[in-house]
Nanobody, 117 residues
């Protein structure tokens, strides 16, 4: 059974930082493109960042230069370092795993990030 479990969310003041983690089980992380997506109330889910098995990264325009995605295949874990947080970053953040060859896709249940003073 595949599980993606996010952690690290919480309440932070504007300008602060958080580090999200996504621990994967039931899959070999190295075979998957991993990503973080977010969904704010009343809005569609949007791309935050992805990282493929070669380490190439892609970021949504709103987070470029502030967020960094990374992966540790040995620990089967993906991270999202979020700096210079803004109130508009408030959302539920979801971890995603996609195996491009088979198109198998998995989602975590999400972790809430709230940026507020």
């Amino acid at each position: 059974q595949v599980q993606l479990v996010e952690s690290g969310g919480g309440l932070v003041q504007p300008g602060g930082s958080l580090r999200l983690s996504c621990a994967a089980s039931g899959i070999i992380l190295n075979y998957y493109t991993m990503g973080w997506y977010r969904q704010a109330p009343g809005k569609q889910r949007e791309l935050v960042a992805t990282i493929n098995s070669a380490g190439y990264t892609n970021y949504g325009d709103s987070v470029k230069g502030r967020f960094t995605i990374s992966r540790d295949n040995a620990l089967n874990t993906v991270y999202l370092q979020m700096n210079s947080l803004k109130p508009e970053d408030t959302a539920i953040y979801y971890c995603n795993a996609v195996r491009i060859v088979t198109k198998h896709t998995y989602w975590g249940r999400g972790t809430q990030v709230t940026v507020s003073s």
